[in-house]
């Protein structure tokens, strides 16, 4: 397990630079913290260094969110705090958005442990004393 600490929003773009070193050839990420705990700030992040031309807000309601990269493969930043069955899952096509070899994104993950790939890089965000944030790495 690794541990990344951002002390301050500054520090957010070295952080996930460090993630995806960290985690290089991994495509598939599941976020987990609290409500407010910044899930939606790191994945924004990510899609920015891997160069997402056309981000625009949290999936919440949409619940999946393309965002185009010129030249390559889009990203895709899925949150599933809506979905109370993991049917509801299947049924939006989350096999397909695991298995087609883009980066996807995932905040609220709970749902559909059972059928994330091998490979998943699993991040916790903890909020500290400081109100940094914590990410831990596995």
């Known amino acids: 397990m690794m541990e990344i600490i951002i002390r301050h929003k500054k520090d957010i773009p070295a952080a996930v630079r460090k993630l995806l070193k960290h985690s290089a050839g991994s495509r598939i990420f599941a976020f987990?913290?609290?409500?407010?705990?910044?899930?939606?700030?790191?994945?924004?992040a990510i899609c920015?260094?891997?160069?997402?031309?056309?981000?625009?807000?949290?999936?919440?309601?949409?619940?999946?969110?393309?965002?185009?990269?010129?030249?390559?493969?889009?990203l895709f930043h899925i949150d599933l705090y809506r979905i109370k069955k993991t049917e509801e899952a299947y049924d939006i096509g989350i096999e397909e958005y695991l298995s087609g070899?883009?980066?996807?994104?995932?905040?609220?993950?709970?749902?559909?442990?059972?059928?994330?790939?091998?490979?998943?890089?699993?991040?916790?965000?903890?909020?500290?004393?400081n109100e940094e944030r914590i990410l831990g790495i596995s």
């Open 48 to 74: 920015r260094e891997l160069g997402a031309a056309d981000m625009t807000s949290s999936p919440t309601f949409t619940i999946v969110n393309e965002y185009r990269r010129k030249g390559t493969d889009s």
């Open 101 to 129: 070899g883009s980066f996807c994104f995932i905040e609220w993950p709970g749902l559909i442990e059972h059928i994330l790939p091998e490979g998943t890089v699993n991040v916790s965000i903890a909020v500290g004393d």
């Open 32 to 44: 987990n913290g609290s409500m407010g705990a910044g899930k939606t700030t790191i994945i924004k």
